[in-house]
T-cell receptor, first 117, second 114 residues
Framework: DADVTQTPRNRITKTGKRIMLECSQT?????MYWYRQDPGLGLRLIYY???????NKGEISDGYSVSRQAQAKFSLSLESAIPNQTALYFC????????????????FGPGTRLTVL | QKEVEQNSGPLSVPEGAIASLNCTYS??????FFWYRQYSGKSPELIMS????GDKEDGRFTAQLNKASQYVSLLIRDSQPSDSATYLC??????????????FGKGTKLSVKP
């Protein structure tokens, strides 16, 4: 089984609809991330969470919200979807150590292709 | 100055040649450096990580790090058409509230021609 899973894998929705993307991980990592990727713009960080009670905005959080339901689950919501939120969305996890050497390697889920009409 | 810079390409090399991908970064206290490969429509996949100055080899891949010059590179020997993908350079943030987060470059698109 994959270590980082995302559901759904593909979603088509209409402007104004609320939509939730879900991410689950079995790696036991504390840190989880949501990115979006658009052609030519690279990966852009939407939100990140260092643990269940620590959630932070990334560079493009407007129009999005998140919930960290458990160490293993991190969901991304679009409260009222708009067409320019059409993109490929990735969840990632990492294990950061505050003492000693921390590699900070991030592991990505398979992605969700979201289309907002 | 962008935090992590890569030439967007496309970089085109013939099959069997060496592909050389380059990346510069601005955070002098970064300690971890990564190369991810991403096929179109797929998720980034870690192919190399490097933490110390010098070279690190893994099969056909060699990562090179020069912290004094804030430069990291990836060499792919005996390039194959299956290596055609976008390669993302990533560097960990070494300070501040988001310490440990990765900063990604926009990627270099590599095309290996048969």
């Amino acid at each position: 089984d994959a270590d980082v899973t995302q559901t759904p894998r593909n979603r088509i929705t209409k402007t104004g609809k609320r939509i939730m993307l879900e991410c689950s991980q079995t790696k036991g990592h504390d840190r989880m991330y949501w990115y979006r990727q658009d052609p030519g713009l690279g990966l852009r960080l939407i939100y990140y969470s260092f643990d269940v009670k620590d959630i932070n905005k990334g560079e493009i959080s407007d129009g999005y919200s998140v919930s960290r339901q458990a160490q293993a689950k991190f969901s991304l919501s679009l409260e009222s979807a708009i067409p320019n939120q059409t993109a490929l969305y990735f969840c990632a996890t990492s294990d950061h150590k505050t003492s000693g050497t921390s590699t900070d390697t991030q592991y990505f889920g398979p992605g969700t292709r979201l289309t907002v009409l | 100055q962008k935090e992590v810079e890569q030439n967007s390409g496309p970089l085109s090399v013939p099959e069997g040649a060496i592909a050389s991908l380059n990346c510069t970064y601005s955070d002098r206290v970064s300690q971890s450096f990564f190369w991810y490969r991403q096929y179109s429509g797929k998720s980034p996949e870690l192919i190399m990580s490097i933490y110390s100055n010098g070279d690190k080899e893994d099969g056909r891949f060699t990562a090179q790090l020069n912290k004094a010059s804030q430069y990291v590179s990836l060499l792919i020997r005996d390039s194959q058409p299956s290596d055609s993908a976008t390669y993302l350079c990533a560097v960990n943030r070494g300070y501040g509230g988001s310490q440990g987060n990765l900063i990604f470059g926009k990627g270099t698109k590599l095309s290996v021609k048969p």
